[in-house]
């Protein structure tokens, strides 16, 4: 596991790009619609347009996706503090595992609405909704242990970026869908309706604190 676990400076590099790095989507051959942050040769390739109203977003997301009634547990925490409440961990998590913390908040976001009570239909628990599966490898205990939870979800998204040398996408892809799905189309994004809507969902939340975190040094520097 130790060597699962080793951060090469492509992974890294790859997931500090800048907030305005572009997201290219493209349609290949089978009509199957990809997302890379590559940006692709010798195709007819765009760049994926995010939605820019925060409203819209925030609707979406508060819905978690397509699971809007499916939870067994659903997310119930709706005061304002929750989205600070776990910031030592989440910086904790982010430092150990060189992950950046936008893209941690944006996972808990788009999972849990951080409420760490949430149980998914299909068993997956927690502030990062950990399948049961993972949590022997993830070094997770209590699944709803704020703490314990976050740490495992951001060691298992290291694996992932060291998998996918980095590439945001993927890493993000395969959070939600596992590696076998991306495996069984060539490891790239699977034309799956849910896991795409679940990738434009985070990368949306990943850009924009990225873009709060600028603002906030910002406005700091220029007191």
């Known amino acids: ?6 951060i090469t400076p492509l992974a890294l590099l790859a997931l500090a790009r800048p907030a305005h790095a572009d997201v290219w989507s ?8 990809h997302f890379t942050n590559v940006k692709p040769t010798g195709r007819d390739a765009h760049i994926w347009k995010r939605i820019q109203k925060d409203q819209d977003l925030g609707k979406e ?32 998590a982010a430092s150990l595992y060189q992950i ?17 009570r949430v149980v998914s239909s299909v ?6 909704q950990l399948m049961p599966a993972v949590l022997e490898d993830m070094g997770v205990h209590s699944v709803h242990d704020p703490r314990e939870n976050i740490l495992g979800g951001v060691r298992l998204l290291r694996i992932l970026a060291n998998r996918y040398e980095g590439d945001l996408v993927r890493t993000i892809a395969a959070y939600h869908a596992g590696v076998g ?3 069984r189309y060539g490891d790239r994004v ?14 949306d939340r990943y ?11 910002a406005s700091t520097a220029a007191r």
């Not at 596991?1 to 080793?6: E, F, I, W």
Request: some cysteine; charged content about 35%.
């Open 1 to 6: 596991m130790n060597r699962l676990l080793l």
């Open 26 to 33: 493209y349609t290949d051959a089978e009509d199957v619609v």
């Open 61 to 92: 997301i508060a819905t978690r996706g397509d699971c809007e009634r499916c939870d067994k547990v659903p997310s119930r925490d709706t005061s304002p503090d929750r989205f600070a409440r776990y910031d030592e961990h989440i910086y904790e």
């Open 100 to 116: 950046p913390v936008p893209l941690i908040r944006a996972v808990i976001k788009v999972e849990s609405d951080y409420d760490p």
């Open 123 to 128: 068993g997956a628990r927690g502030l990062m």
């Open 181 to 183: 799905s991306l495996a």
């Open 190 to 203: 699977p034309p799956y309706e849910h896991t795409r809507k679940y990738l434009r969902m985070v990368l």
């Open 207 to 217: 850009y924009q604190y990225v873009a709060d975190e600028r603002a906030q040094r």
